[in-house]
């Protein structure tokens, strides 16, 4: 069973690859660095994604969350020319011309608060954030199998229709109460249907495109691995108030501050 693009899926091209008009955002993608804008509440595709987010909570044990903020994530004009000139290639390749590409959700690393606040669209520079470093530079292949070691599809970059899936990914900080998973852009072409683990798989057979694992034998809820970079690009950050107890994840780098911090303080205290 695949999911077909959506209809207001027009709408999130629009936004997700529109031009910057702003002095400021034409700057920032000169310099070919990749931000986040806030998405009003009332803006039709926050309406979308949503609906979009809470659609895709499949979990029955993890109650539905409340969304607190969306992002669109605007990309330098050489990394969605890169993607937009792959998706060609597979929709060229396909008959009826279609690239299948879809909306996924993806979970990783928050060692920040990029989002806590619905302004707050700084990234940071923490070693550890893999979630800024994919708005920065979007998915690396190479990557994977660093932070998990079992690649049930292999080496590939891995996302899913169950955005409560994705969050079972997330790993925050333990001083926000909010927890994130981007909204991907991900052409999945022609998939190729795993019932069964398959590790090995590094590429894939000529005609496929991706690979879909199917709920069943080990796995219960759907996965999409693209084996291409130039497969994806984070298209939205999706921020949320969830009753989960948050796993902790402090960096290196964190715990370097809090301490300097703690330092601080209590050199204050002796003065
Ligand atoms: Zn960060």
């Known amino acids: 069973m695949f999911h077909p693009v959506p209809a207001f899926f027009m709408i999130f091209r629009r936004y997700s690859f529109k031009p910057s008009t702003s002095r400021a955002k034409k700057k920032l993608v000169k310099k070919k660095l990749s931000h986040l804008v806030p998405l ?9 994604l949503e609906k ?27 990394s969605s020319a890169a993607f937009l000139r792959y998706r060609a290639l597979v ?39 893999l979630l800024c470093s994919v708005i920065r ?32 990914y997330f790993i925050g900080v333990p001083e926000s109460p909010f927890r994130a998973v981007l909204v991907n852009r991900v052409v999945v072409g022609n998939p190729l249907t795993q019932k069964s683990n398959a590790e090995e798989i590094t ?52 715990l370097v501050k809090q301490t300097m911090s703690r330092r601080t303080m209590l050199l204050k205290r002796r003065k």
């Open 203 to 254: 590429e894939l057979p000529f005609g496929y495109h991706s690979v879909v694992g199917v709920p069943g034998a080990g796995l219960n809820y759907g996965e999409t691995v693209v084996y291409n970079n130039d497969a994806i690009r984070p298209a939205y950050l999706i921020v949320y108030a969830a009753d989960i107890h948050p796993e902790i994840h402090v960096t290196r780098s964190r």
């Open 91 to 129: 929709e060229n390749s396909r008959t009826p011309r279609d690239a299948n590409e879809q909306l996924l959700f993806h979970g990783t690393i928050r060692s920040c608060l990029l989002g806590d606040e619905k302004r707050g669209t700084q990234l940071c520079k923490i070693a550890g954030c």
């Open 40 to 48: 009003s509440t009332q803006d039709p595709t926050y309406i979308q």
């Open 137 to 168: 530079n979007s998915f690396d292949v190479s990557k994977c199998g660093k932070r998990h070691k079992f690649c049930r599809f292999g080496t590939g970059i891995y996302t899913t229709t169950s955005s409560s899936k994705a969050d079972d």
């Open 52 to 78: 979009h987010f809470q659609d895709g909570w499949t979990h029955l044990s993890k109650p539905k969350p409340q969304v607190h903020a969306i992002f669109t994530i605007v990309l330098t004009e050489d």
